[in-house]
């Protein structure tokens, strides 16, 4: 897995359904990001949750459990050359999963959790740590000081939207220019900043048509890569398939979102940030 320790790498993408439905939807989510791996040439990461641990409502389908997860991913990562990611949600989950992904994941409802983030960065593993609904992006700084005082600097910080109200998030673009100042590659998490929680009775709703706009947005201010959420019929995923993308459409969005990439970061800005000291 190549991850470089700042913005400036070529896009990566981090991808897949927003839980392990079954290892025949895995396979065939990781057959399209394989081939968007080798077209474009960028780094792919094959995303899914094992367990749900904040579903809105206790009847909802919560993945098919830590073990036969497990397998399956590893069985994708032989299968697809893919590296491999997936959510922790307790200590005790930490080293068994760390044996088999290569990005252990911190979700955002958790990532003020001391315990999680020790324990996760103890591994030496990358770690994508989500900004939660609740925090402002100066508060991250904190956050990165837990793992590094473990010895971890291997971290992505990923921007999913501010709790806005009630049944809706919003993005602030300035919190990515705050995330890069820490020194550590920021992700955007395009699907997830769409969700409108709790909205479906019982369940998070979503506003899928702005996914592309936020992306795009987001790789205007030269970020190391995007993290979007894909289901072949959104309509019958499992888990948050209002704010999915179409798994056919998403080659076409990440190559429109390479471009702009590739574009930003061979032409940086001509006026810098401004000081707001100035007069």
């Known amino acids: 897995m190549r991850i470089l320790p700042n913005n400036q790498q070529p896009m990566m993408l981090i991808s897949g359904p927003c839980v392990l439905e079954s290892k025949a939807l895995g396979q065939q989510i990781a057959g399209v990001l394989c081939n968007i791996k080798q077209t474009l040439n960028i780094e792919v990461v094959f995303k899914a949750s094992l367990i749900k641990a904040n579903r809105t409502s206790s009847h909802s389908f919560r993945g098919v459990g830590l ?49 999680i983030i020790e324990s996760a960065a103890r591994t030496k593993k990358w770690l994508l740590i989500k900004k939660g609904q609740f925090m402002a992006p100066d508060d991250m700084r904190y956050v990165c000081d837990k793992a590094i005082k473990q010895g971890n600097k291997q971290l992505l910080l990923c921007e999913r939207g501010t709790t806005f109200g009630y049944h809706d998030l919003v993005v602030d673009l300035r919190g990515l220019v705050t995330m890069k100042k820490f020194g550590f590659p920021v992700i955007m998490d395009a699907t997830h900043a769409v969700q409108q929680p709790g909205k479906a009775s019982g369940a998070s709703s ?49 190559t429109e979102l390479y471009n702009l990439d590739q574009y930003i970061k061979s032409n940086p800005p001509q006026v810098a940030l401004f000081n707001d000291e100035e007069m």
């Open 206 to 254: 979503g506003q899928r048509s702005f996914v592309p706009v936020l992306a795009r947005a987001a790789i205007s201010a030269g970020i190391a890569g995007i993290f979007m959420e894909t289901h072949p019929n959104p309509k019958k995923a499992l888990s948050d398939g209002p704010n999915a993308v179409p798994l056919h459409q998403l080659k076409q969005l990440v």
């Open 67 to 115: 073990d036969q997860g497990l397998r399956w991913l590893e069985d994708i990562k032989k299968d697809y050359q893919l590296p491999v990611i997936t959510d922790i949600h307790d200590p005790f989950m930490v080293d068994e999963v760390a044996e088999v992904v290569d990005i252990l994941q911190i979700p955002a409802f958790l990532c003020r959790q001391t315990d």
